[in-house]
């Protein structure tokens, strides 16, 4: 084999290694509380609304008066921690599971089951421990504990085999009838940017996913995680309708703002960068995060109360005083429903066969590349042979999101003579082409 079939072949394993660790990225053992996620990544793709970046957006022409709704004075706070008390069963912020695909599906019987996925047949893996066991639910205490009415009671699920994010509203498990119950609940696909039908709720009241949101642990406080990707989710304490990314209402409050608004830390207040305000470097990462992928406005609650995760490393005499020096007044708000121009698609950068002689029946390993990586959903490449009887290839293949380059085989039959096939790959109107030889046994 040549070095450049080699080096094709090692591509072609890589490609699939990569595709594995991506859909089986799980920790050793689940069901897990508070698991890390994809190496601290954004959980959705690179052009995800959660990940853009707002930092030259351009402001709203009522940026003042929502912020004058506020009250410019307004401190931000930290809507996340660990336990209330040590050993108690209340907690700060939003926990959340990991499951591989094995876990049980249960059914679960909504409040509103016509904007809710999956209502009354078993599609959510919820683990059993959130039943009986703390800290499952938001609020601390376990499912089998009514208190819909004293909290939101979040369960968040991450399925880590098949890259599934299950999230529930207002979760109460009934001992007696052995039933789930919830307000709501919604499933998102962590490798595409599917948005909610317009009208409708998730499991929260924007109709966003909760966790790619919040603020997490294994990325403010990680010293190898520069930037958190990703914008913060925030609640104000009343909203007036929605727009993008939100697709759902719960409110019309005159002043406003609607849910799906973008703050932004503005990058200079009085001539200071009010991210240096504090000396600590991870609330400053998170503080950054602010001015580059802003908060997103996802429900209705306390002004300025930034929501994360719950976990027991968070150090809130930190948090807490970094955070309240920060005011309402040191944000914008980006024009209401903004998005980033789309990218152009990536093109075709090569198509290569190796080797480029093949004696009949054997295989050509190729790869197809693009000139950028391929946005959510990826990039079909459509293929074609010129002589089908002597080289085959599949009718198409597809560079996953993310990724810049496909590998594929192409099958040959026996010949009697050289015969030169021409392989072409086509993708957004541009055309490669390579050839392979087919010779004789």
């Not at 968070?314 to 955070?323: E, G, H, I, K, S």
Request: aromatic share 8%.
């Amino acid at each position: 084999m040549s070095a450049r079939a080699t080096d094709i072949l090692g591509t072609f394993a890589a490609a699939l290694f990569a595709a594995t660790v991506a859909h089986a990225q799980c920790p050793p053992q689940v069901p897990a509380q508070g698991a890390p996620l994809r190496g601290a990544a954004p959980l959705f793709p690179a052009d995800n609304w959660w990940n853009a970046d707002v930092s030259a957006a351009p402001v709203d022409p009522q940026s003042s008066a929502y912020i004058a709704f506020i009250g410019a004075n307004r401190r931000l706070h930290p809507d996340f921690g660990g336990t209330a008390a040590p050993g108690s069963t209340e907690i700060y912020g939003i926990p959340y599971a990991v499951v591989d695909g094995a876990q049980p599906k249960v059914a679960v019987t909504f409040d509103y089951a016509d904007e809710s996925d999956g209502g009354g047949v078993p599609f959510y893996p919820l683990p059993a421990q959130a039943i009986t066991q703390p800290h499952w639910v938001e609020g601390g205490a376990p499912a089998a504990v009514d208190q819909r009415s004293q909290s939101d009671r979040h369960l968040l699920v991450v399925d880590c085999t098949h890259r599934h994010l299950y999230e529930l509203y207002n979760v109460w498990y009934d001992t007696a009838l052995a039933r789930w119950y919830a307000g709501s609940g919604a499933v998102f696909d962590l490798d595409a940017n599917d948005r909610r039908p317009d009208g409708w709720t998730s499991a929260d009241a924007a109709g966003l996913a909760i966790l790619p949101g919040l603020v997490r642990y294994d990325e403010a406080w990680n010293p190898a995680v520069a930037d958190i990707g990703h914008a913060l989710r925030v609640t104000v304490r009343a909203t007036n309708g929605y727009v993008y990314p939100a697709s759902h209402r719960a409110g019309a409050t005159p002043g406003a703002l609607p849910m799906g608004a973008r703050l932004r830390l503005k990058a200079s207040v009085g001539g200071q960068d009010p991210a240096l305000r504090t000396a600590d470097p991870n609330v400053r990462k998170i503080f950054r995060a602010m001015q580059r992928h802003g908060l997103i406005v996802a429900d209705n609650g306390s002004d300025l109360y930034v929501t994360g995760t719950f976990d027991v490393r968070w150090d809130n005499d930190v948090l807490n005083p970094a955070f309240a020096l920060l005011a309402a007044g040191d944000f914008d708000v980006i024009a209401l429903g903004w998005k980033p121009p789309a990218p152009p698609p990536p093109g075709l950068a090569g198509l290569v066969l190796d080797p480029a002689r093949v004696r009949g029946g054997g295989s050509v390993f190729a790869v197809v590349t693009l000139t950028a990586p391929a946005p959510a959903g990826g990039v079909a490449v459509a293929l074609a042979s010129s002589d089908a009887a002597r080289a085959t290839v599949p009718a198409s293949v597809t560079v996953a999101a993310g990724s810049t380059s496909a590998p594929l085989l192409v099958a040959t039959r026996p010949t009697r003579r050289d015969a030169p096939v021409t392989i072409t790959a086509s993708a957004g109107g541009a055309m490669l082409s390579a050839v392979v030889t087919v010779t004789p046994r």
